[in-house]
C-alpha cells in the first residue's frame, strides 16, 4: 500500500514560489504524471516527495503519516532519473545490487532478485557489462532495474526518457507502462512530453508558474481543457485557439462566424481541435491555406487567422495548393469556449 497525499504543500526559496499550494491524494498503485513547461515545478514537487527538498508549506503523507522530516532513506521511495546515474567502475549486476547492499539486506536473496529485476527490462545478456559498454537504452534500463530492485512502494521518475532518441524512446515508455502495471506500484513520473503524460497516466497534473492547472485522465483534459493553457499545451496539434468575440449569440473572428453560441455578448476565445473539423464546401471559417503537411495517415491544413495557425486535420489522400481558398466546419458540440481575459473554460 502506498497512498500519498499532498496538504497544501508548497516550496518558496526566499520570496520566489517554486510551487504553490499543491493539493492532491495520490491513489494505491496509481500512475500520476506532473506535466508542463520547463520551470513550472514538477521536479520540485516530486523532490519534495522524495525528500531531497524540503517542504515550506503543508504536508505530505505516505499512507497516512507525515513524511516532512523523514529522511529521503526513510520514505520507501525508489527515483529513477533523466541522467542514470549509474557507477562506472560497476557492471550491470553490480549496478542494480547496489541498493541492496547500502540497505543491508540478506546477501542470499541478492543474487536472485537483482536476476529478476533484470530480466524484467530485458538485460539478462548484459550483467557483465559495465555501463560505458552499453547503449543509452540500455543505460536507462539498468538505472529502472535498479529501483525495481528495492521493491518500493512507490516510484518517482523524472523525465527518464529525455535522454534517449525518438524510436527508443516509444519502446523504453511501452516498457515501463508495462513494468507499471505488472509491479502495482504507485508512481509519479515528470515529464514536460505531453504525449508520454497521455499514453503513461492514469491521471495527468498540468502544472504552469508552480500552480496547477488542471488534474484529470488524460481523455478529461484532453476533451475538457480547464483553460486556453492547458488546451494549448496537449495534443499534437494543440487545440485550435481563436480570439474573437459573441454578439447576438454570434461568434466572430477574421475569416471566421460561428453562429448559435449561447454565451452573453463580450470578449471570448473559440478553441476547436483539428480533427473535428471538417472541410466543407461552406463553414464557420473561410481563409486561404497557409500550409500544407502530408502526414502519412492524414493530411493537416493551416489557415492563419488573426496571428493564429488553425489547423484542419483533413484525409490523406486530400490534394490542394498554398492560397486555395478553402471552408472548415466545426460541429457546434466540439466548440469550446474560454473568457478572453482569464483564459477559463466558460463552456
Ligand atoms: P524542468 O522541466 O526544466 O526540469 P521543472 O518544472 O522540473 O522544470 P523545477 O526544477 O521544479 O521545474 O523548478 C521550478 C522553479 O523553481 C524554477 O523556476 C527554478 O528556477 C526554481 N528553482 C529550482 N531550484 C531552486 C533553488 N534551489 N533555488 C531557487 N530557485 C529554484
Redesign the pocket.
Known amino acids: 500500500m502506498a497512498e500519498i497525499q499532498l496538504r497544501n504543500v508548497g ?1 518558496r ?2 520570496t ?1 514560489v ?2 504553490h499550494n499543491f493539493d492532491l491524494t495520490i491513489a494505491d498503485r496509481e500512475f500520476l504524471v ?1 506535466l ?12 519534495m516527495i522524495a525528500g531531497l ?1 524540503d517542504v515550506t508549506e503543508g504536508q505530505i503523507l505516505i499512507d497516512g503519516k507525515v513524511v516532512n522530516d523523514l529522511e529521503p532513506k526513510d520514505r520507501d521511495v525508489a527515483m529513477v532519473f533523466q541522467s542514470y546515474a549509474l557507477y562506472p567502475n560497476m557492471n550491470v549486476y553490480e549496478n542494480i545490487r547496489f541498493p541492496l547492499k547500502v540497505r543491508g539486506i540478506d546477501a542470499a536473496s541478492h543474487d536472485e532478485k537483482v536476476r529478476r529485476a533484470a530480466s524484467m527490462v530485458e538485460l539478462d545478456d548484459f550483467l557483465h557489462r559495465k555501463p560505458a559498454e552499453l547503449s543509452g537504452g540500455q543505460r536507462q534500463r539498468v538505472a529502472l532495474a535498479r529501483a525495481i530492485v528495492r521493491e518500493p512502494n512507490v516510484f518517482l521518475m ?2 527518464p526518457l529525455s535522454n534517449l532518441d525518438a524510436k527508443l524512446r516509444v519502446s523504453t515508455r511501452a516498457q515501463i507502462k508495462n513494468l507499471s502495471h505488472e509491479l502495482a506500484v504507485t508512481t509519479i513520473y ?3 512530453d505531453q504525449i508520454e503524460a497521455m499514453t503513461l497516466a492514469d491521471r495527468v497534473v498540468v ?1 504552469k ?2 500552480i496547477v492547472q488542471q488534474v484529470g485522465s488524460p481523455t478529461e483534459i484532453y476533451d475538457h481543457p480547464a483553460n486556453t493553457f492547458v488546451a494549448s499545451f496537449i495534443g499534437s496539434p494543440a487545440m485550435n485557439l481563436i480570439d474573437g468575440r459573441v454578439e447576438g449569440g454570434v461568434f466572430t473572428a477574421q475569416h471566421t462566424r460561428v453562429e448559435g453560441v449561447a454565451l452573453p455578448d463580450g470578449p471570448v476565445t473559440l478553441g476547436f481541435r483539428a480533427e473535428d473539423a471538417v472541410l466543407a464546401g461552406q463553414g464557420q471559417i473561410e481563409a486561404p491555406i497557409y500550409t500544407i503537411e502530408l502526414l502519412g495517415d492524414a493530411t493537416m491544413i493551416s489557415v492563419r487567422i488573426g496571428g493564429a495557425l488553425v489547423s484542419v486535420k483533413a484525409d490523406k489522400t486530400y490534394r490542394a495548393e498554398i492560397d486555395d481558398r478553402i471552408a472548415v466546419s466545426i460541429p457546434v458540440e466540439a466548440c469550446h469556449f474560454f473568457a478572453a481575459e482569464s483564459g477559463e473554460r466558460i463552456a
Open positions: 516550496k526559496w526566499g520566489f517554486g510551487v506532473l508542463g513547461p520547463s520551470g513550472c515545478g514538477k521536479t520540485t514537487t516530486m523532490r527538498e523524472d523525465e515528470v515529464t514536460h502544472m508558474k508552480g
